[in-house]
């Protein structure tokens, strides 16, 4: 992900802002509104739908959509499996994708998301070193060698390798982008607004349980 179009899906977002949610059912086109990930075929048996988000902490457009995102996944309930993976498709994205692992390693990632966030894109902080996410991190409760440790720690490093593996293999190009049923992608360039961007995580969420009859 090239950091002129984080900044161009950012403001492309802030300019939609004020446009009303959708009204009614809709739907949406394959190509238009979503892609279909070549290669992905549906694991759905009739229970959960797989729903992962891909995110980027330095993203200004995933923590815009937060809000309406975690409504929506309240909303779901049951129908749905909500996961969350950092996209990492740039070396730059390494650091905070790396943090992402080690607060979760450490328990502390439903307590560290949103403030990290806002950190960033409020307080305008900079986390371009291992010893600003540490500061942060310490301000959250967790001791500097603890997460030093579990920054660098056999876990993280896995999965941040996993992290960079699925970015590519879904085709990653934009963040937050998110995966319904392993098969379907919805990122910020292929709509016009937030609201329209849960909208069809919705639908898809909807297409993939129609395949199984009574659902």
């Known amino acids: 992900m090239k950091r002129?179009?984080?900044?161009?899906?950012?403001?492309?977002?802030?300019?939609?802002m004020v446009q009303a949610a959708p009204h009614g059912p809709r739907l949406f086109q394959k190509n238009v509104s979503y892609k279909e990930i070549e290669g992905a075929t549906s694991t759905y048996q009739g229970g959960k739908v797989?729903?992962?988000?891909?995110?980027w902490?330095?993203?200004?457009?995933?923590?815009l959509i937060q809000g309406e995102l975690a409504q929506w996944v309240e909303g779901a309930g049951e129908t749905i499996t909500y996961r969350r993976m950092p996209a990492v498709t740039e070396d730059n994205m390494?650091?905070?994708?790396?943090?992402?692992?080690?607060?979760?390693?450490?328990?502390?990632?439903?307590?560290?998301?949103?403030?990290?966030?806002?950190?960033?894109?409020d307080a305008r902080r900079q986390?371009?070193?291992?010893e600003d996410v540490i500061e942060f991190f310490e301000e959250q409760g967790v001791a500097a060698k603890d997460f030093e440790r579990a920054l660098h720690s056999a876990y993280v490093n896995g999965k941040l390798r996993r992290a960079r593996i699925m970015s590519n293999r879904f085709g990653i190009q934009g963040a937050p982008s998110v995966i319904v049923d392993g098969?379907?992608?919805?990122?910020?360039?292929?709509?016009?607004?937030?609201?329209?961007f849960i909208a069809v995580i919705d639908f898809l969420v909807g297409?993939?349980?129609?395949?199984?009859?009574?659902?």
């Open 4 to 16: 002129l179009t984080i900044i161009f899906l950012s403001l492309f977002f802030i300019s939609t």
């Open 50 to 55: 797989d729903v992962l988000e891909m995110l």
């Open 57 to 63: 902490y330095g993203c200004q457009t995933c923590y």
């Open 94 to 121: 390494m650091l905070l994708a790396r943090s992402f692992y080690a607060a979760e390693v450490l328990g502390v990632m439903s307590k560290a998301h949103k403030p990290l966030f806002s950190a960033i894109h």
């Open 127 to 130: 986390m371009k070193s291992e």
């Open 183 to 196: 098969k379907y992608l919805v990122d910020p360039s292929m709509v016009r607004s937030p609201q329209e």
């Open 207 to 215: 297409k993939v349980r129609t395949t199984v009859r009574g659902n």
